[in-house]
């Protein structure tokens, strides 16, 4: 017995050097992560606007620190209201946040969502980004004059696809961009599409005559020239893009969206804190403000109640345009 204890003695140290410890980022303990198996939910499919904004933000907070193991998941479905309901239902799950934007706004609106965004927990809005009208690189349309000629003189056999449901960004841009050539709204031929991602396939392949998107989701098929930027829908050109806006155009169109993030309902103050506060670090990392640089967003960046009040102020927003293009 002697010569056994302290032979066993050794195996149990070295059982316990070279064992993983058992509490770990993984297994969900609070050591030092901002918040262990936090999960991102998108709403829309893989490559549209919520996609793109949810896995730089997880990439960027990986590589800034403040966390690890981030999933990103995407549960599409009629505007953003399929993963707006999933998320209204996980009551009190801190560990949980969705991507979303102007079109889930809208979406809700428009589908007579039974869940709306005051049945969320506003957590932070994150971005502004200008919406692009683009083409494919065989398209006809030269320059955003060319597409208003045709446009004009028959609505609708020229389609537009949005990457977004009648109500949201992508279909109030266009909208916006016809009265002010002078078509009315009610005759434009607009295909939604379930994110920019979907959408891009058919302005590839000319199924649209033109898409609406926002400049993030289409940077880099800009730059290649798989697409032609006629114009671009916010108040300054893009820099970096050879594109005007719809105003230096002569059409009086100044339009922008957003993108933030939220909640399930019935968090307590500490998990709502938490989410506040990891925001706010990302926000604040140099990896978040070169992914602004690179996606060409703007900063936008409000947090919590301040939050609320906007997303209730863009929903009254949303149901006032609607009814001035008598939609």
């Not at 428009?110 to 932070?124: F, G, M, Q």
């Not at 599409?193 to 649209?208: C, M, Q, R, T």
């Not at 993030?216 to 829908?233: H, M, N, P």
């Not at 990896?287 to 690179?294: D, G, I």
């Amino acid at each position: 017995m002697r010569l056994r204890t302290p032979l066993a003695l050794l195996g149990a140290a070295l059982l316990v050097l070279g064992a993983p410890p058992l509490l770990s980022a993984g297994s969900g303990a609070d050591d030092g992560t901002k918040i262990p198996r936090l999960r991102f939910m998108v709403p829309n499919t893989p490559g549209g606007g919520y996609d793109v904004t949810a896995r730089t933000a997880a990439k960027d907070a990986e590589d800034a620190g403040l966390t690890h193991g981030i999933e990103v998941f995407n549960m599409p479905g009629a505007g953003g209201t399929v993963g707006l309901a999933r998320i209204a239902e996980d009551k009190g799950n801190g560990r949980l946040a969705m991507s979303m934007g102007l079109g889930v706004v809208g979406a809700a609106r428009s589908n007579d969502s039974p869940k709306t965004l005051a049945d969320t927990t506003p957590i932070a809005r994150l971005t502004e980004e200008q919406d692009v009208v683009v083409v494919a690189k065989d398209s006809p349309y030269k320059t955003i004059d060319d597409l208003v000629g045709a446009w004009k003189k028959n609505p609708g056999k020229l389609p537009v696809g949005g990457g977004s449901s009648p109500g949201g960004p992508d279909h109030l841009a266009p909208m916006l961009m016809a009265r002010a050539a002078g078509i009315a709204p009610k005759d434009v031929n607009y295909i939604p599409f379930d994110g920019g991602g979907e959408l891009l396939a058919s302005i590839l392949g000319n199924k649209v005559a033109f898409g609406v998107s926002g400049v993030g989701e289409y940077l880099d098929q800009i730059k290649s020239g798989e697409l032609r930027l006629l114009a671009v829908t916010g108040p300054e050109r893009v820099p970096g893009l050879d594109g005007p806006t719809l105003m230096e155009s002569g059409y009086d169109v100044n339009f922008t969206n957003w993108r933030g993030i939220v909640a399930p309902p019935g968090l307590d103050e500490d998990e709502r804190t938490k989410l506040i506060e990891f925001f706010e670090e990302l926000h604040d990392s140099p990896e978040w403000k070169k992914s602004l640089e690179v996606n060409g967003w703007t900063d936008a960046f409000v947090t919590g109640e301040k939050f609320g009040d906007f997303l209730e102020s863009e929903d009254k927003r949303v149901v006032s345009v609607l009814k001035e293009l008598g939609l």
